[in-house]
């Protein structure tokens, strides 16, 4: 199981672009083929996806990124002489905001992964969100408009059943 993830962490720098790239593509499609002064209104549940799985790919391949930027094999040491920082050195990590500090004895820490990674990450979590919700939203509207309800008409012997109903 843990192979399973490390393997996802390894190419989530690689697939996430992909996956965004190809929402991105589709969601252009869709916007092109909308009439031109149709006004605001929500968009549609599957725009909504579409706008998730954008967000999504954004936020996992940028928190796969920050998380494999501090990734050592050897040692800690080896990591942090190879970003060029000096001296004996402790990693220190947080996963949520993602960090990974090479801590020199003196308290000087070098940040390891880079400024734009946690905006990134928070950003598409929030987009992802709003993009669910929205989804849902319209999703019940639709399913509760007047237009999809259909008034049911008992039936029963000719005669008996209310025909203005």
Known sequence: MASLLFITLVF???LAPCAF???A???ARRVRRRLPGSGWHLPSVTTCALVAVMAGAAAFGAYAWGVMSGFYILDPDQMCAAWGVEGDHI?????LPVSAQCVTSDGVGTELVAGWVNPVIFTGLALLVLALMTGTVTGVRRLLSPAMTQR???LGP???RDENA
């Open 158 to 160: 000719p005669g008996t």
């Open 25 to 27: 593509v589709a969601l």
């Open 152 to 154: 049911v008409v008992p």
């Open 91 to 95: 990693v220190t990590r947080e996963t």
């Open 21 to 23: 790239v190809a929402a």
């Open 12 to 14: 989530a720098p690689i």
